[in-house]
Structure formats: C-alpha cells, structure tokens
C-alpha cells in the first residue's frame, strides 16, 4: 500500500519539475528573442533603402541632407570611429594604469578607497556625464583652444572617462586571474615589481586586456546621450579635434523623433550600420577571450 | 666556510611565531636538506633567505641571516641583487607563459643584459646545464608551458642558472614530479652542487637521505637538529628527530 503511494507523490514532484524547468526555458528564449525581434526590425526595415539608392553612396556617400534625398553615412561612420578612437586613445592609458595599480602596486586600503569609486562611476547616467561635459569641458576647450567648443576632443575626453570602469574591470579581472606562481618567479629572479608587471603579467593577462579594450569601444561606440550634448553634431566630417561631429548614434536619436518615410528608413539603415560595428566588436572580444580560457 | 650564517632567526605571521630562535650554518658546495612535518616552517626559513618571506604585509622577522658575511635583513640591502645570487625553485615548475627562449633570458634582461649574442650563449650554457639543450634547440619559440612538467621544472632551473646565482634554494622541487622525472631532477641537483650551494626542503625523507650532505630538522618552528646526513638518520642525537625518521609520527 506505501509503495504506489510514495510513487505517486514523486510523479507530481518530477511534474512541477519538468513544469519549472519548461517556464524557465520559456522565459530564457523570450530574452533571446527579442535580440532576435530587434535584429530582424531593424533589418527588415533598414536594408530596403540601401538597396534603392545602393550601398556605396548610402556608406560612403559624405552628404547628408534627408530633405534632398541625400543620405550618405560617410560623416557619421567617420564620426562615430573619431570620437571612438578618441575616447580610447583617453580611456585605455588612464584604464590600464589604474587596473595595474589596484591589482600590483596598491595597499588593501587605497583599493578599498578606489574600486568602490570606479564601480560607481559605471553607475553614473550618461546625461550626467553629457550636463558636466556642457557645463565645464566644453567653455573649458573654447576658451583654451578656441572653437565652438563643442567637438571631437569634448566627446573623447568625455567618451573616455565613461569607459573608464569597463577597462579597469575587465583588466582587473584579467590581471587578478594571472597565478601568483609567475609573480613569485619574477619576483625571486630579482625582477622589480614593475618588470614583472611589463614582462610577465601582461603578456599572461593579453587577451583579457584586448577584451576589456574592445568592451569599451563597444560602450564609446553606443553612447548617445552623454554624445549629443558635447559633440556639436554637424553632420560633416570634421576636419580637426575641435570641430563638431556626428555619431551614428546621435544621428538616429537626434532625428528619429520627426523623421518620416524614406527619411526614417534611412535612420533605421544607420542602426544596421551601428549593429553591425556592435556585433563585429563583440564577436572579436568574445573571441580573445575564449582564446584565454583554452590556452594551457 | 659557511656561505650562510643564520643566527637567532625569529619570524612572525602576525602573532604566530612561524620560526624561533634558528641558527645554522650553511656550507659552500653542499646540499642542505630541510625535513619535518608540514607547517613547521621549512617554507618559511627556505624564504627567509632571499627576502621572500617577507614581501607578505603584517610578518615580521629578527636576528640576522648573514650570506658571504653580509646581513641580508640590515637596511639599505639590495634585494634585486640578493635575488640574482639567491635563486629559488619553487614546488610547482612555474615557466612563464613565454617562449622557452624568453624564458630562460628572462632573469639577465631583468639585469639589464640585451645583447643578443651575450643572451644566446648564456642560454645555451643554462639549458645544457640542466640537459635541455639537445631536447629544446629546435623548439625554442614554443610556449613553455607545452613542455612535460619534468622539463618545465628544468627549464625553471635554467632560467636561475642563466643568471649565475651562487645558492639554489629548492622548495619541494620534485613533489609535482613522476618518479623518473624526481630521479633526473635529483642527479641534476648533485651535478649542480660542484658549483652551487643548494638548500632543499623536501617532504620526502628518502629524498634527503639520497641527495643531502646535510640534512636540518625542522619541527613546529624550531630547527630539532642539524647535521651529516648520514649521521643524522643512523645516529639522531634529539629523540624527537628519532621519532620522525623512524616513522613513528609525521
């Protein structure tokens, strides 16, 4: 009489399991779909127009005027690789330095001070970053340097503080994964802190750093807001530091708003041009760092 | 004469007292073999003496450790230097994950030699030392850590020899090893002897008494007893050395 009792209860346990396990699996795809929904939308709704006026003139194309029929992305994709390059160029010195000297060189108190403070420097709006951009950076850079202020240089030092806590993460992490037994070698041959770091460390910590460089041009590259508020958003290509860019990304989020037609095809065609970049920075850095998990 | 004098060695984690009151000698040209259960601070001392030990925040040592007469903990000492003429190997074999050949010149471009003829020959030299030559001449850009570890563990030697250090210090150098590969790596150790002093610690009583002149006991901080390796393990003077050589604990 026990038996077929016990059986019973393990068969409704093995049912709400199997029950959990499907609800979880549904809702595991429903993320992934909507990366699936967006990817077809804006596909679906960007390509039609790249075709009609074909994809030299629509990527290479350096005219930008909707209202004439005039859609070249040339400026932006300029734009968008300047302000990039510009952030990184900022970010990635400043990034490194500050990962090196949490994971070598800093006392268990100064890291307690610094690592809160970078993680809440990732938790900042970027508007905040764009209002203090406005309100200090870019009066700064007119007064020293001239010009309207609002330009490359504004956008990458702004850009490059804001990827900050992604290549000091990913770097410490990186670092922190390298085994103590190669800095203890180093060490014990007479090597100093710093050789070691140059010599031993960063070639272990490669890829990890390569990955957290890339994450954070895949952050430079998506930023909008804190972009638009600093960069001036001529759509031309800018010919120094201090003239005003473009971004793909403003570009969307700047005429979105009114753009109708082929207009607004056209804005959906630059999100296939930024998706694209985006997907294309992420495979490599997942790559890198699929690389380092292998490696013996 | 003695290469390294230790004299009333203390050393500290914190409170715990790691090492008490130790004094050896420790002669030219010979092979000094550390024994005693785990935790007893044979680690500890083998790190005292190229200022390893003391890299860890919060220990703290006294007495003196005097290597070539000169008291290695007075202010002012030149620890990359130290490190050059003290090298250690470590339990695990810890190549760097770089070129054998970058490997093994890594410790002389840490001391500032970039020549690369000056390299090449000291490379050669080393890796003949520890009988790589023939087996890695060909495979010399390699990453290291593709080697077998009884060649990563020559290599580690290899790269300490490049920089002509005088004392080997060894830290279970075979505990990560095979029985054949232990084999090689301790003829090694008796060949390298002719030229350098080398303190072992090893876990393996066996292994003292094959390799050792002079073999040290050490038990809960405080070195037992220290003398001929053979007299040591046929005649122990301290009835607790007796009681660990002879098994009854440890």
């Known amino acids: 009489m026990a038996g077929p009792k016990k059986a019973g209860a393990g068969n409704r346990l093995e049912r709400n399991d199997r029950l959990i396990r499907l609800a979880l699996l549904v809702v595991a795809f429903s993320a992934v779909s909507v990366l699936l929904v967006i990817t077809v939308f804006i596909v679906g709704q960007g390509t039609p127009i790249m075709f009609r006026y074909g994809f030299k003139s629509f990527l290479a194309g350096s005219d930008w005027y909707p209202s004439e029929k005039l859609f070249g992305l040339w400026p932006m994709i300029v734009g968008s690789l300047f302000v990039t390059a510009g952030a990184l160029a900022i970010g990635v010195p400043f990034g490194l330095s500050c990962a090196i000297v949490l994971t070598e060189f800093a006392s268990k108190r100064v890291r307690g001070l610094i690592k809160p403070v970078i993680e809440l420097l990732a938790g900042i709006p970027s508007v905040v970053y764009g209002f203090m951009g406005v309100v200090i950076l870019v009066p700064f850079i007119r007064r020293t340097f001239g010009g309207p202020g609002l330009s490359v240089l504004a956008a990458s030092i702004i850009l490059g503080v804001m990827i900050l806590p992604t290549v000091i993460s990913i770097s410490v992490d990186a670092l922190q994964a390298v085994p103590p037994s190669y800095r203890e070698g180093s060490i014990a041959l007479g090597a100093t802190r710093w050789q070691t770091v140059k010599m031993v460390l960063f070639p272990a910590a490669r890829s990890g750093i390569i990955a957290s460089i890339i994450l954070g041009m895949g952050r430079a590259v998506g930023e909008t807001m804190a972009t638009i508020m600093i960069a001036g958003n001529a759509a031309e290509i800018p010919r120094s530091l201090l003239a005003p860019v473009r971004t793909l990304t403003s570009n969307v989020a700047l005429e979105m708003g009114y753009a109708t037609g082929e207009h607004r095809e056209a804005l959906f065609a630059t999100g296939v041009v930024l998706f694209v970049i985006i997907m294309v920075l992420n495979t490599i850095a997942n790559a890198t760092s699929a690389k380092r998990r292998k490696a013996p | ?250």
């Open chain 2, 1 to 250: 004469m003695a290469i390294i004098e230790v004299r009333d060695l203390d050393f500290f984690y914190g409170k715990f007292q790691a090492l008490k009151k130790i004094n050896l000698d420790i002669e030219r040209n010979r092979i000094t073999a550390l024994i005693g259960p785990s935790g007893c601070g044979k680690t500890t001392f083998l790190r005292t003496l190229d200022r390893m030990a003391d890299l860890i925040d919060g220990v703290s040592v006294t007495g003196r450790i005097l290597i070539d007469g000169r008291d290695i903990y007075a202010p002012g000492t030149d620890l990359l230097a130290l490190r050059k003429k003290v090298g250690m190997v470590f339990q695990r074999p810890n190549p760097f994950p770089l070129s054998v050949y970058d490997n093994v010149v890594y410790g002389l471009r840490v001391h500032g030699l970039r020549d690369p003829r000056a390299l090449e020959a000291r490379l050669i030299r080393s890796l003949e030392a520890v009988h790589l030559w023939d087996e890695l001449k060909s495979r010399l850009d390699e990453n290291a850590l593709r080697l077998s570890g009884e060649q990563q563990q020559r290599l580690c030697i290899a790269r300490l020899l490049a920089v002509e250090p005088e004392i080997l210090l060894m830290d279970e150098p075979c505990s990560a090893l095979d029985l054949a590969a232990t084999a090689a790596i301790e003829d090694l150790m008796a060949e390298l002897k002719k030229r350098y002093t080398i303190v072992i610690v090893t876990h393996n009583m066996q292994q003292a008494a094959r390799v050792s002149d002079v073999t040290g006991y050490f038990l809960l901080g405080e070195l037992v007893e220290i003398g001929e390796t053979r007299r040591v393990f046929t005649a122990p003077r301290d009835p607790r050395t007796e009681d660990y050589i002879t098994g009854r604990f440890g």
